[in-house]
């Protein structure tokens, strides 16, 4: 019977793991799972995307009664309403998470352990239970996946130590704030936070280091979110800017020193808002006690396509502790992955890579003009081999966006010049986040664009959707043209 242990039961890569290791042998498995989480549940749950979008609609019916002029007198968020709310439901998630994870530990090869772990050697973990009446116990099992998920990256900026900061973990629980504050961070998180705090009443500084946010992605993506953020909130985007030191100020607020360009300049604000991102958590496993060697660069993922990590191939890690795409579904999938190659090296069998379509949604202008990306954008297939058709709508040349008050942001469709399969869609605009499984499905299916509906059943905001299969199509039918033409010039020619 194989012993496989997983530290970080309790996260959605964790239980993933289990699952499909409990469903596809479970009698040929003995199954430790070890989570010390309070209550427990894991980061989306407790303090990451479930709370995030509680607290985010609320701000959001804010912004769009105020965004309409035909409406008056915006109402304000009531935070501590708010915050009791987020609360309720994260009680009610967290509370079937563990449920499900202790039936697992009814079944009679699998054990649970309230309880930290460390590894003292190779696949050899020391388990500390946080309950001090019961003792510690020393484990080897024949595997060990590592599922520990991630903790804040906190910038070694200057400074830094002395100057008191809220993360998201703490703006998701806040219900007072300060009049001013400095946003450090405009990834996703400062991007779906950063207008909260502004609806709060927060007069923010953001700090961006690029030209624009989503920098990877066309530049009128960035353009729009800058407007929207600067106009819309009322948010002072400073961009090309990079952070140099921090200081407290005399009133007990805080002091940025950021270079632009060819001048220095500093930020003064009330409170420091720290959305620099996330890194593996990783610390207290003792890893140095085994031939596991993770990167220095926290930011680097550090296993391969099997998910095994390096100098052990019985150790797997899976979720945001490996630091490939710190995202729900993408830990879920990999927890899979990771049970299914498990059980293939247990068997001595071919092991599975594991290959994501990119799929992702950012909830930016508190989801009212959510951004969304799936599979190829036009700078990741132009490093291919593939030939690509580009097309690009703007949302208001749809009218179902004026009238429905949200006329801003653009859609990109990335298509197969050879074959018209559909390689990728982004979309900033309102709804955009709802068609991201529609193009989910055209992507990862590879279905062709010319055989795709070029219209909605009723006139409704995926209408963008129909105006880029439109455009496309009719590009590859202007290339087939040509081709055509020129291989009748060819069959002409002596």
Request: proline share 6%; aromatic share 6%; glycine share 8%.
């Amino acid at each position: 019977m194989t012993h496989i242990a997983i530290v970080g039961a309790y996260g959605s890569a964790g239980v993933a793991v289990a699952d499909e290791l409990v469903e596809r042998a479970p009698d040929a498995i003995r199954l430790t799972l070890i989570d010390d989480g309070d209550p427990g549940g894991g980061l989306c749950i407790l303090r990451g995307c479930m709370p995030s979008k509680d607290v985010l609609s609320a701000a959001q019916h804010r912004y769009q009664v105020r965004h309409d002029d035909r409406l008056s007198g915006a109402p304000a968020v009531d935070s501590e309403r708010v915050v009791a709310r987020k609360d309720e439901h994260v009680a009610g998630f967290a509370t079937h998470r563990r449920t499900h994870v202790h039936e697992l530990a009814e079944r009679e090869n699998v054990t649970f352990h309230r309880a930290t772990a460390r590894f003292v050697g190779d696949r050899e973990l020391r388990i500390d239970p946080t309950d001090p009446s019961t003792p510690e116990e020393t484990i080897e099992p024949d595997y060990v996946v590592i599922a520990t998920g991630s903790t804040v990256a906190v910038p070694d900026l200057p400074g830094i130590e002395d100057v008191p900061f809220d993360t998201s973990a703490d703006v998701l629980d806040a219900t007072e704030f300060p009049d001013s504050g400095i946003v450090m961070g405009f990834g996703y998180v400062g991007l779906e936070l950063a207008p909260y705090l502004a609806e709060t009443g927060v007069d923010l500084t953001v700090i961006e280091h690029d030209d624009r946010p989503l920098d990877e992605f066309p530049a009128a993506y960035g353009e729009t979110l800058l407007d929207l953020y600067r106009d819309d909130f009322g948010i002072d985007v400073l961009t090309n800017a990079v952070e140099r030191r921090l200081e407290r100020t005399d009133d007990g607020g805080v002091r940025l020193v950021v270079d632009r360009t060819d001048e220095r300049t500093a930020v003064e604000a009330d409170a420091l808002y720290l959305f620099t991102g996330r890194r593996p958590a990783l610390e207290g496993l003792g890893l140095d006690e085994t031939r596991l060697d993770p990167p220095a660069d926290d930011d680097a993922p550090w296993v391969g396509s099997t998910l095994q990590a390096p100098n052990d191939e019985r150790v797997f890690v899976v979720g945001d502790a490996n630091g490939r795409e710190p995202i729900l579904h993408v830990a879920k999938e990999q927890g899979f992955a990771a049970a299914r190659n498990v059980l293939a090296h247990a068997n001595g069998t071919d092991l599975e890579r594991y290959v994501n379509v990119p799929h992702h949604v950012i909830f930016s202008g508190l989801g009212a003009h959510p951004f969304a990306r799936i599979g190829h954008t036009p700078a990741t297939v132009a490093k291919t081999e593939m030939a690509a058709i580009v097309v690009t709508r703007e949302a208001a040349a749809d009218g179902v966006f004026k009238t429905k008050n949200h006329p801003e942001g653009l859609a990109t469709l990335v298509v197969n010049a050879d074959d018209g399969s559909v390689l990728g869609y982004q979309g900033l605009h309102l709804h955009a986040d709802v068609m991201a499984k529609t193009m989910q499905l055209a992507v990862e299916l590879k279905l062709d664009v010319r055989t795709l509906p070029d219209r909605a059943y009723h006139p409704t905001t995926p209408e963008i959707l129909d105006g880029l299969i439109r455009d496309a199509t009719a590009e590859l039918a202007r290339r087939e043209g040509d081709v055509d033409h020129d291989a009748e010039s060819a069959e002409g020619t002596p």
